[in-house]
């Protein structure tokens, strides 16, 4: 059997015909037409065998996780780094955490079996989407920084939305980030 095969988020469809030409799947990437499914693409990772339907349930836990991160980040009231944002996801109670009631966010404690390691892999990939950026501020009044010499001592590595993570977050799309098979929860 033949398929099309996304050279962006690796995602593949029974073909039909090979007539098409300049296909696009969802998440915009351009779909190749493929006689068998590759064990693995060019760029070294690996294609899945999945069902269409298991593959749109794959694409929508990984968006859904995606926008309870988004939504964290949307709802606090000030600028936090990454690690109080994994801190808060996985609903732990730190001074801080008490002290300015980030415990009363709606998403406090959604992703509490995620480690912080698994977390951080989901950042980076929201991050890689352009969905987040970090933002160096000072410390001491508040403005970006454009040195960054005196690492760790004059500014904090604040999370911030992107214009796409807010249009993201509110969407009905599906997209594809690969997460689940860096974190190795996809067997092939």
């Known amino acids: 059997m033949a398929y099309w095969i996304c050279d962006k988020c690796k995602l593949y469809f029974p073909a039909r015909n ?11 990437g351009k779909l190749t037409y493929h006689e068998k499914i590759p064990l693995e693409t060019e760029a070294g990772t690996r294609v899945y065998n999945f ?26 009231y000030f600028p936090v780094s990454t690690k109080i944002t994994m801190l808060i996801l996985q609903g732990v109670q730190t001074p ?21 390691n698994n977390l951080l892999v989901i950042i980076e990939s929201l991050m890689n989407k352009n969905f987040l950026k970090l933002e160096h501020v000072s410390r001491y009044d508040s403005k970006p920084v454009s040195n960054l010499t005196d690492e760790g001592l004059g500014y904090v590595s604040i999370l911030k939305l992107t214009e ?9 799309e599906n997209v594809y980030f690969g997460f689940m098979e860096e974190l190795d929860i996809l067997k092939a």
Request: with cysteine; glycine share 4%.
């Open 96 to 116: 801080f955490i008490k002290k300015h009631r980030l415990y009363e966010l709606e998403t406090y404690s959604m992703l509490s079996n995620f480690s912080q």
């Open 164 to 172: 796409e993570g807010k249009t993201f977050k509110t969407s009905d």
């Open 51 to 76: 069902s269409p339907t298991m593959q749109k349930l794959i694409m929508g836990y990984e968006s859904a996780l995606s926008r309870i991160i988004l939504n964290c980040i949307d709802e606090l």
């Open 18 to 28: 090979e007539d098409k030409v300049n296909m696009r799947c969802k998440c915009g």
